[in-house]
Every structure is written in C-alpha cells, then in structure tokens.
C-alpha cells in the first residue's frame, strides 16, 4: 500500500502520471490546496496568467502547434467561468485540452456558497465529457480518463471539477492501469466496402474535389494527403482550420474557400461533380446557403465523428474512421483500380480551374492616399518570416487576411479561432504555441480590436521569457463589422471606431509590459521593422502597424447567400454555370 497523500498530491502525480509538462491557471480559494504540491513538482511547470480566459487559450495554443493535450487550471465561480469561452472554443475547433477547476467543498454544493458555480452543468454542451469529483480516491481516475478522452477520437475539451474538501482528505495515489468507459469505442479503421466504393467514385468522377477540413491537421495526416493528391491529380482546397495541411505552393492547390475564400476554391466545389470530404464538416462559412452548395456533387465524407455525417450535407457515402487510417486505405484502393487499367483523365477540370485561378487570382488594392496596406503587412510578414514560422491570429478582417496572403506550407503553423471566432485569442495561443514549441517564431497577428481584450497576457510573456511577436494591424475600428457596415448599412458606422491611432499608445503599452515596441506607418519601413522584431529574441515584440481604415477583405460571399454570389472587390464573379 502506497503512502497517504492529500488529494491535491494526488492530483499532481496524476498528472505527472499523463507527462503534463505546462498548466496555464490561477490560484484562487477552492482550487488553492492544488497549488501548495504543484510547487514542488518537478515535471509540471506552471505559469500564471492574468487571466484565466488567456489560460484556456494558451491551453489551446499549446496543444495545436504540439498536438499534445493543453492543459489550464482555475478556481470555482468566476475563475471557471472564465475558462467557459476557450472551452467553447476548444470545442468547437477539436482541440484536446482539460480543464481542471477547483469547486467549493462537497457539503456546500448546491447552496450558493461563496464563488460556487454548477460548472459542469454550464460546460456540459461544450465538453466532450465533464466529471465532478468529490472523493478523492476517484482523482487519478479521472484525470487518466480525462486526457485520454480529449486526445482520442475526434479530439475536444474534457473538463475535472474537484471539490475542495477532495482535495485537503487524504488518500492513497494509484495510477489506474487500463481505462473502462462503456459505449465510448471511436472508429478510427474505415470500413473496406466503403472504402473500395469511395475509389471507383472518384477514378469515375470527371470533376472532383478534395475538399479538406481541420481534420486531417489534428489527426496528423498531412502526409498521406499529399500522397493521395499526388497520386491522382485532384485539386485540393483547404479551409480556414486546415491552413498547412496541403503546401501553399503545390500546383493542385487552389487556396482556401468559403466566405473569404478565393475564387478558385469556391469555383471549383461549386462546379464539381464529387467532393471527397476529409476531416470537414460543412461549415456555413464554407457552404454558404446550403441548398445551392455544390448543387451537382456527389458526397464521399469520411470523419471520425458520426455526428458529422449527414449533419448538413448528405453523404453518398459515409466513412467513419480517422483519416489517418481512411486516407492510406484510399490510397491502396485508387492504386488497385488504377493497376485493373482505370486511369482518370482531368484536363478538361483544370482546365476550366485554371481560367479562374488566372482571371481571379488573390490580391489587393494599395490606398489611395498612399497610406499602409494591411494585406501587404500581412504578406510581407509571411514572406520575410518564413513558412517555418508559427502565426496565430485573432478574429476579424486581420485573421482573413493572414489566412489568404501568408503561405503557409507546414501542418500546426496557422493557429486560430475558426468555428467560435474568439476576439483576443491570438496572443495567449501564441504564448502557449512557443511553450509548447520555443524553438520556433511565434507571430500574434492581431488587430487592434482583438488586442485589447487580452494584452495583458504580455506580462506574464515578459515574467516568464516567453519571446513572442506581436504584429498589430491597427486600423482604428472594429474592422470586419466596419466592413459590413460599408457594405449592408449604408456606412453607418455604429459603435465600430476604437481610436486606436491615439488610445492607448501601444508603443508605450508594450513598453510598460516589458517588451520591444516599435510602429510602422510606411510601406517602406515594413521590411526593417519585421527584420528588426526578428532580431529581437529576449523579450516580446510588438509592432503597432498603422494601416489604412477602409481596407476590405476580398473575395467575399454575404453571409446567407449563394457561393455563387460571390463578390470580388464589390464586381462579380462569372456564373459556375458556365465554362468562362
């Protein structure tokens, strides 16, 4: 029989025990005797946070640029509620993470003590599964459980609520040695028929796409994508979550599709007659109005989560299973039916994706008045930074923008809030991404919006020498719904100007928080201000680029409307329906 500890011993050698190596949290009351043994540990570092919202997203940062589960911590009430939006976030955008919070002790569950909150009630939408542990015999349990949920299948957030009276009561450690969790078996091998149907579909399909999802970045499958790309000669388009999946530079890449998609992309599922679906889920933003979607495809959907098939968009047919695992077996089957002498010819596909790759090709505008392009920003960045970079983005026309004008050519090095849109996620994910990876450069690109909700986490960055890099795209407004407002009210511009030229002084902001901070308003002075920041390794850098106002994000699909209403620079794109 092994010695008795507390609770919160226990606590921290289970997760030692699941080689947690980072928490992101703060201490408060009911979370409090956690802290006290966390201090000596010396396989886990914590890092605190200003925050606990920044803990989630540095949780989450961690885990996307490493593909290891994240990890936060909080106290009860607001300190766990605070953990609701990254959660949300999580969630949404399957990125393995728990969440570990302190509740108030057993007997005063359900009396509104002081900082008491049914968080796992409030997360129980938002979670792929929640416990609530109030015996400390059952700590070990269920952070194992816990991790191993977040990290298998369909990869999501899992959060542990202990009591603190579980935590201050003895018990014994005892890491369990096999994991029993009835009716939670996720298919990861596809099935054979399915997979032998999928093949002869697509080497009979004369337009066909691969239209590939954050999916196969989770699952790691990068590199079995390329093989089947490869192997047949099918274009491929990558959403916003799987930026990186598939190089920028590869000749079967035609770009990212959806609202903010290029033409291209959102030409060529319109037109197709097959979407091969990997690890996507048919998001409205790609989608548009979902009843012209692609109205002359067939659907081959393979996803490890069965909740995703069939959920928007019909699937001929459906393969549940990872696509780590589906993508190989595609392979095998396509190069069968290609020995038997099926050899699929697509030139006639290309050549109709080619005329609107070249007739709309990405690109922008420079101001007028001569003043900084955000989109050149962006762009330049990307190139002077290298695809070996890590860039993480807020929401808003910045995050659009370092999607479409950055190459990204690797999987894990484009990091953003994509099904919840958070605003300030970029510079806690960037401060968990370059813990998680410190070898690398980590860019925040964020807007001046963004920004302001979570700068603070720059302290804890400087505190802990976390050298990130932040590049501002400061055009003084809420700029997505300043765009909206040009185009659907009239230019109203109802509460969207922050004033952000004159308040605060980010220079100076930067500076309080023990970082670099330099600012650039001139095209010319892009390229020695992004060099400059490189050079810069011993602290954070902050770059409050002040650009043009009324820069807009181009191509773009109204929310609510047909892909083939898509507008490019307020002109139209030609009909899908014709071969122009």
């Excluded at 928490?23 to 409090?32: E, S």
């Excluded at 007659?273 to 109205?295: C, E, H, N, Q, Y």
């Excluded at 983005?393 to 894990?412: C, K, L, N, R, S």
């Excluded at 308003?521 to 050079?535: F, G, M, N, P, T």
Aim: aromatic letters at 6%; charged letters at 20%.
């Amino acid at each position: 029989m092994s010695e008795q500890i507390t609770g919160a011993q226990s606590l921290v050698k289970a997760l030692e025990a699941a080689d947690v190596d980072v928490v992101f949290g703060i201490p408060g009351g009911a979370i409090l005797p956690a802290y006290d043994p966390l201090m000596d540990s010396t396989k886990v570092r914590h890092i605190l946070v200003r925050h606990e919202q920044a803990a989630g997203h540095a949780a989450e940062g961690y885990a996307s640029a490493t593909g290891r589960v994240g990890v936060c911590m909080a106290t009860s009430g607001p300190g766990a509620t605070n953990l609701v939006t990254p959660i949300a976030d999580a969630h949404m955008d399957s990125v393995p993470m728990v969440a570990i919070t302190g509740q108030v002790p057993s007997a005063a569950i359900g009396t509104d003590a002081f900082q008491e909150a049914d968080i796992r009630g409030i997360t129980m939408p938002i979670t792929k599964h929640n416990y609530l542990v109030t015996n400390p015999d059952e700590i070990p349990r269920a952070i194992a459980e816990a991790f191993h949920l977040a990290s298998s299948g369909r990869p999501g957030p899992v959060l542990v609520d202990i009591s603190k009276d579980a935590l201050q009561a003895m018990t014994h450690f005892a890491w369990p040695e096999s994991l029993d969790l009835p009716g939670y078996h996720p298919v990861t091998r596809p099935h054979s028929k399915q997979i032998r149907e999928a093949a002869r579909m697509i080497l009979s399909a004369r337009q066909p796409v691969l239209y590939v999802g954050g999916g196969v970045i989770r699952a790691g499958a990068s590199g079995s994508l390329r093989r089947l790309a490869e192997l047949t000669g099918i274009p491929v388009v990558t959403t916003l979550m799987a930026r990186g999946a598939f190089p920028d530079s590869h000749v079967l890449h035609l770009g990212m599709p959806g609202m903010h998609g290029t033409v291209a992309a959102v030409g060529a599922l319109q037109k197709s007659d097959l979407l091969i679906t990997l690890g996507a889920r048919f998001d409205d933003r790609v989608t548009g109005k979902l009843s012209t979607f692609a109205p002359n495809a067939a659907v081959i959907h393979a996803d490890i989560d069965p909740a995703e098939i069939g959920k928007n968009r019909v699937a001929d047919i459906p393969i549940v299973g990872d696509v780590a695992e589906v993508i190989p077996e595609l392979i095998t089957a396509i190069e069968a039916e290609m020995g038997s002498g099926t050899t699929p010819d697509y030139a006639a596909w290309w050549a109709q994706l080619n005329r609107l790759r070249d007739t709309y090709p990405l690109g922008y505008d420079l101001p007028a008045d001569g003043s900084l392009s955000p989109q050149y920003v962006i762009q330049r960045l990307g190139q002077i930074s290298g695809p070996e970079s890590i860039f993480t983005a807020g929401v808003g026309q910045h995050q659009m923008w370092a999607a479409q004008y950055i190459t990204y050519e690797h999987p894990a090095t484009w990091l953003n809030s994509g099904g919840l849109g958070t605003m300030g996620y970029a510079v806690p994910a960037a401060m968990g991404a370059k813990v998680g990876r410190p070898e690398a450069t980590v860019w925040a690109v964020d807007g001046d919006g963004c920004f302001q909700m979570t700068n603070q986490e720059l302290a804890t960055c400087t505190i802990n020498e976390i050298p990130i890099k932040v590049a501002l795209i400061n055009n003084e407004s809420l700029g997505m719904v300043r765009q909206w407002q040009t185009l659907f009210y009239n230019e109203r511009y109802s509460n969207t100007d922050l004033h952000s030229h004159r308040f605060p002084d980010f220079v100076k902001l930067a500076e309080a928080y023990g970082c670099y901070g330099l600012q650039c308003e001139k095209a010319e002075d892009v390229d020695s201000v992004i060099e400059r920041a490189l050079s810069l390794n011993d602290a954070p850098v902050v770059i409050d680029f002040r650009v043009h106002k009324d820069a807009m994000v181009w191509p773009m699909v109204a929310a609510g409307t047909s892909n083939d209403d898509i507008m490019v620079a307020r002109a139209m794109a030609p009909e899908w329906g014709s071969d122009d």
